[in-house]
């Protein structure tokens, strides 16, 4: 299987019996992740010994690995994007990251949490993922790889920090919440407040917790649960639930429907028949 979005490919893999030797290039400009699984056996990436874990390379060097029976997701992300969401969300300079050859992390608890946070992207239902043309949710699902990219790149895969002057908790949130008031029914993502506030990932994520009990992720979440409400109770000719979650960048319905009824007392299809009742 694989899951192709706007400068990002996901890829599910098994291989199966036997040990085989891969060689050759990524596709140019591109970094390449490996959440191995399940392996039968140690393999080797450009020479590093590699186990269940995390690898990354890019195409500044060629690719020569041996690959023992196992599971694998690899994800393939454009460099320039990945070194943008990086530099803004975790302070990283990915400028001479993997130069030098593979990051390698052998450690099969992180790849199997990594594994199931790719595979819950790929919905095995196809009744309960709405359409992957739909512009929201394509820019959704890219955000949700990076999210998951962002942090590993950073705290496991030996990129290279700089250090900044942060703001104050309450003025992050302060000015986050001005410039999130004026884009309501277009909410951002981390990236976009990490880049306009100047501050990373985790200094954001400190902030919200610190003065609103909750984390950026979530108040995001929030507003664009918000959003479809907004958008199901417009009253519009011919709106459906489905319209409202491809708009708002969700990409699985059984878990949009769950929260919107945590949230707002009621599944998104009764806010509909409430609506029409009234017309």
């Known amino acids: 299987m694989d899951l192709h979005l706007p400068h990002i490919q996901v890829l599910f893999e098994e291989f199966r019996n036997v040990t085989t030797n891969h060689f050759g290039c990524a596709p140019a400009g591109s970094i390449s992740f490996g959440v191995a699984r399940g392996m039968k056996g140690a393999g080797l990436l450009n020479g590093v010994a590699w186990r269940d874990g995390v690898s990354a390379f890019d195409t500044r060097r060629e690719l020569d690995s041996i690959v023992p029976p196992m599971h694998l997701v690899s994800v393939v992300v454009n460099r320039q994007v990945l070194?943008?969401?990086?530099?803004?969300?975790?302070?990283?300079?990915?400028?001479?990251?993997?130069?030098?050859?593979?990051?390698v992390v052998n450690d099969a608890s992180l790849a199997?949490?990594?594994?199931?946070?790719?595979?819950?992207?790929?919905?095995?239902?196809?009744?309960?993922?709405?359409?992957?043309?739909?512009?929201?949710v394509r820019r959704s699902l890219q955000h949700g790889v990076l999210e998951i990219l962002g942090p590993l790149v950073s705290d496991r895969l030996r990129a290279d920090k700089t250090v900044r002057r942060e703001l104050a908790h309450l003025q992050v949130v302060r000015r986050a919440r001005e410039y999130l008031?004026?884009?309501?029914?277009?909410?951002?993502?981390?990236?976009?407040?990490?880049?306009?506030?100047?501050?990373?990932?985790?200094?954001?994520?400190?902030?919200?917790?610190?003065?609103?009990?909750?984390?950026?992720?979530?108040?995001?979440?929030?507003?664009?649960?918000?959003?479809?409400?907004?958008?199901?109770?417009?009253?519009?000719?011919?709106?459906?639930?489905?319209?409202?979650?491809?708009?708002?960048?969700?990409?699985?319905?059984?878990?949009?429907?769950?929260?919107?009824?945590?949230?707002?007392?009621?599944?998104?299809?009764?806010?509909?028949?409430?609506?029409?009742?009234?017309?």
């Open 83 to 103: 070194s943008e969401y990086v530099w803004h969300t975790e302070h990283a300079d990915l400028e001479h990251w993997l130069s030098e050859g593979p990051a």
């Open 181 to 279: 008031r004026e884009r309501s029914d277009d909410p951002p993502r981390v990236l976009d407040l990490c880049r306009v506030l100047g501050v990373s990932r985790r200094w954001l994520q400190q902030s919200f917790n610190e003065v609103l009990g909750i984390g950026p992720l979530a108040y995001l979440r929030f507003m664009r649960l918000g959003g479809a409400r907004r958008m199901l109770s417009s009253g519009t000719a011919g709106m459906r639930v489905r319209d409202a979650v491809e708009a708002f960048g969700f990409w699985h319905l059984s878990r949009f429907s769950h929260d919107y009824r945590h949230l707002f007392g009621e599944l998104p299809s009764e806010t509909l028949r409430r609506v029409r009742a009234l017309d």
């Open 112 to 136: 199997t949490r990594l594994g199931e946070r790719l595979h819950a992207l790929q919905s095995t239902d196809p009744g309960s993922v709405p359409s992957l043309r739909a512009p929201a």
